[in-house]
């Protein structure tokens, strides 16, 4: 029986390279995954999301992260400027406008 545990020991420690990558391959399928199934889309999100704000312009109709409707009436580097009602203007950072209404032609 000793011998059997001896001999076991000294197989573990010469495994072959096939058996070390198939022991690594679920991590790699895993990895696989994550990159078609998470991060993927989310970066395709992210440039669809930058190439919205970069295209901002006066009189679009957006809608910020906070849930505030408004329209443009400018833009400057880092900063839009809404109109949300009659006589009240804000700015916020164009980082915050998370989408573009469509207009009323467009519809």
Known sequence: MLSSIAYAAAGEQGQAPSSQLVNFLPFV???????????????????????????????DKVVTNGGIHGTVIGVADKIVVLR????????????????LQPRKDEE
């Open 29 to 59: 399928l895993i990895f696989v995954v994550f990159w078609f199934l998470l991060i993927r889309p989310q970066t395709k999100r992210q440039k669809e999301h930058q190439a919205m704000v970069s295209n901002l312009k006066k009189g």
């Open 84 to 99: 949300i009602a009659e006589n009240v203007k804000i700015e916020v950072a164009k980082g915050c406008v998370a989408s």
